[in-house]
């Protein structure tokens, strides 16, 4: 069973940045796929990004695409997300997970980690 830790969120100023990681533990994520989603307050998870085994495949939600970027260092077993140009409109608690489906739904992933909180200020 792989545990999933989140870190490096924080509280950022409009248009700042941050890096989140997520490392794992208990099992190489060599040969999956990971994701990143995000709850706001009194909201559901929504997708934000994923990438494939290798890394030569990304994709993302329309919202974030062009701000963040997501990565992996399968040598370290973590993924990072890179947000860039943060607006308000992205606080919410921010979560890794595994792919085990084909889609981008919160149901294709599992494994989930605790969350790291992200607040942007205006």
């Known amino acids: 069973q792989v545990q999933l830790v989140e870190s490096g969120g924080g509280l950022v100023q409009a248009g700042g940045s941050l890096r989140l990681s997520c490392v794992a533990s208990?099992?190489?994520?060599?040969?999956?796929?990971m994701g990143w989603f995000r709850q706001a307050p009194g909201k559901e998870r929504e997708f934000v990004a994923t990438?494939?085994?290798?890394?030569?495949?990304?994709n993302y939600a329309d919202s974030v695409r062009g701000r963040f970027t997501i990565s992996r260092d399968n040598a370290k077993n973590t993924v990072y997300l890179q947000m860039n140009s943060l607006k308000p409109e992205d606080t919410a608690v921010y979560y890794c997970a595994v792919r085990r489906g084909l889609h981008t739904t919160v149901v294709d992933f599992g494994s989930w980690g605790q969350g790291t909180q992200v607040t942007v200020s205006s």
């Open positions: 208990g099992r190489t994520l060599t040969t999956y796929g």
């Open positions: 990438i494939n085994w290798s890394g030569s495949m990304r």
